[in-house]
């Protein structure tokens, strides 16, 4: 089975700032894992994801995250914080290729920017 | 292209009626998932389908509910009696197994935000 812990149901951040988002995994097998986003009213998107190969993974928006094994992570970062980044964030990890290809999301993070 | 569809947006009901959900999935996907989303338990995956058979329904709450998917293009989510505890916002999602194997990302609709008083 497969899961995942963010840490901070609320994170805030002043524009221009580096907008940092923990996401922990747990998995038997070797994961994948994802970064959506849900602005208000909305249903949620892909920003980025990691199945194989290379370990630091580019989405769309500027954000970018990084797949570290030995930390059981894949937090979401991004240089400069923009107003229109306020939204809410859901790490979500699964194991397609080991017959198990729902998704499991994390409770979720909310991104507050301050002018 | 159009991306998964879900009717209605807005439901407001009474408690004890039967609510119907519906979802078009992507075109060509092969996967249809729904989930529940509310403040206190997050998302939820209630059931999820592979070519129209349904794989898991273990998140399905209770008998109350029932998911159907009578072809590759449409499926529906039922509650029937609702009860105020069932407001939530439900997504219908789908994916697609490609060629290379099934990435497990999700294209999700708008949802369907239920309110039964």
């Known amino acids: 089975a497969q899961s995942v812990t963010q840490l901070g149901s609320h994170v805030s951040v002043s524009e221009g700032a580096l907008v940092l988002l923990r996401c922990n995994y747990s998995?038997?097998?070797?994961?994948?894992l994802f970064w959506y986003v849900q602005y208000p009213n909305q249903g949620l998107q892909l920003l980025l994801k990691?199945?194989?190969?290379?370990?630091l993974v580019k989405g769309i928006n500027g954000f970018e995250a990084e797949f570290k094994k030995s930390e059981t992570s894949f937090h979401l970062t991004k240089p400069s914080a923009h107003m229109s980044d306020a939204a809410e964030y859901f790490c979500?990890?699964?194991?397609?290729?080991?017959?198990?290809?729902?998704?499991?999301f994390g409770t979720g993070t909310r991104l507050t920017i301050i002018p | 292209d159009a991306g998964v569809i879900q009717s209605p947006r807005h439901e407001v009901t009474e408690m004890g009626q039967e609510v119907t959900l519906r979802c078009k999935p992507i075109?060509?996907?092969?996967?249809l998932f729904w989930y529940r989303q509310t403040m206190m338990r997050g998302l939820e995956l209630l059931i999820y389908?592979?070519?129209?058979?349904?794989?898991?329904d273990s998140g399905m709450p209770e008998d109350r509910f029932s998911a159907k998917m009578p072809n590759a293009s449409f499926s529906t989510l039922k509650i029937q009696p609702s009860e105020p505890r069932d407001s939530a916002v439900y997504f219908c999602?789908?994916?697609?197994?490609?060629?290379?194997?099934?990435?497990?990302?999700?294209?999700f609709g708008e949802g369907s935000r239920l309110t039964v008083l």
């Open positions: 999602a789908s994916s697609l197994t490609s060629l290379a194997g099934n990435t497990g990302e999700l294209f």
């Open positions: 998995s038997s097998v070797p994961p994948y």
């Open positions: 990691y199945t194989t190969g290379a370990t």
């Open positions: 979500a990890v699964s194991a397609p290729n080991f017959g198990n290809e729902k998704l499991t």
């Open positions: 075109s060509g996907h092969d996967y």
């Open positions: 389908f592979n070519n129209n058979v349904p794989i898991d």
